[in-house]
């Protein structure tokens, strides 16, 4: 599977982004896709997942702020990541990961260790 982000990019403290990832390949398998992201001396953190049948997480600290969904095709899976009220601590590098799970388990692990494929992340900076 190849996984692919884009849309970071700087926005001002209360701003919008909206984060896009395409993963194309062996889709159909998928069990979760999720958004992590890491910032300088901090350790990579789950920020909002969701599972083949549409549930959701989210990190309590972007709680009614981000809205995580897909779309998927038949060859591509369309991750999204909405970003409402950006605040400073936002600021990382984010980046899209792809879970396949023998038992189709939802993968909600903080450091992603249950995720093998992984994008090569895109930076978001909010300016305070």
């Known amino acids: 599977v190849q996984v692919v982000e884009s849309g970071g990019g700087l926005v001002q403290d209360g701003g919008t982004l909206r984060l896009s990832c395409a993963a194309s390949g062996s889709v159909v398998s998928i069990d979760s896709m999720g958004w992590y992201r890491r910032s300088p001396g901090k350790k990579r953190e789950l920020v909002a997942a969701i599972s083949s049948e549409g549930q959701t997480y989210y990190a309590d600290s972007v709680k009614g702020r981000f809205t995580i969904s897909n779309f998927r095709d038949n060859s591509k899976i369309t991750l999204s990541l909405q970003m409402n009220n950006l605040r400073p601590e936002d600021a990382a590098m984010y980046y899209c990961?792809?879970?396949?799970?023998?038992?189709?388990?939802?993968?909600?692990?903080?450091?992603?260790?249950?995720?093998?494929?992984w994008g090569q992340g895109t930076q978001v900076t909010v300016s305070s």
């Open positions: 990961a792809v879970s396949y799970s023998d038992f189709g388990v939802f993968s909600k692990n903080p450091g992603g260790d249950d995720y093998g494929h």
